[in-house]
Nanobody
């Protein structure tokens, strides 16, 4: 089993930055695809970014492309989401997820492990 714990969320003004972290314990996740999803109140959980095992290739949702950067440190079993130029519409609970197949799809059902989430609030 793999346990995921997110941290780094908080309150920030529009235009500011935050760096989210997701620490994994249990099995090594060096070959996993790691992703970030987010869910705003009353809305469905949506894909944000993924970093795949193969070549550490990344993919981003159009809404965050150019502003967010996903990265990983396999030695520390940690994945990061650097969020810049934050907007009020980025306000949501952000979840870390792991796909043990390494494929890194954009659909929730493809991910076997999930963290409990960290709140990000962006004020206008």
């Amino acid at each position: 089993q793999v346990q995921l714990v997110e941290s780094g969320g908080g309150l920030v003004q529009a235009g500011g930055s935050l760096r989210l972290s997701c620490a994994a314990s249990g099995r090594t996740f060096s070959t996993y695809a790691m992703a970030w999803f987010r869910q705003a109140p009353g809305k469905e959980r949506e894909f944000v970014a993924v970093i795949r095992y193969i070549r550490s290739r990344t993919m981003y949702a159009d809404s965050v492309k150019g502003r967010f950067t996903i990265s990983r440190d396999n030695a520390k079993n940690t994945v990061y989401l650097q969020m810049n130029s934050l907007k009020p519409e980025d306000t949501a609970v952000y979840y870390c997820a792991a796909d043990i197949t390494g494929n890194g799809a954009t659909f929730r059902y493809e991910y076997e492990y999930w963290g409990q989430g960290t709140q990000v609030t962006v004020s206008s």
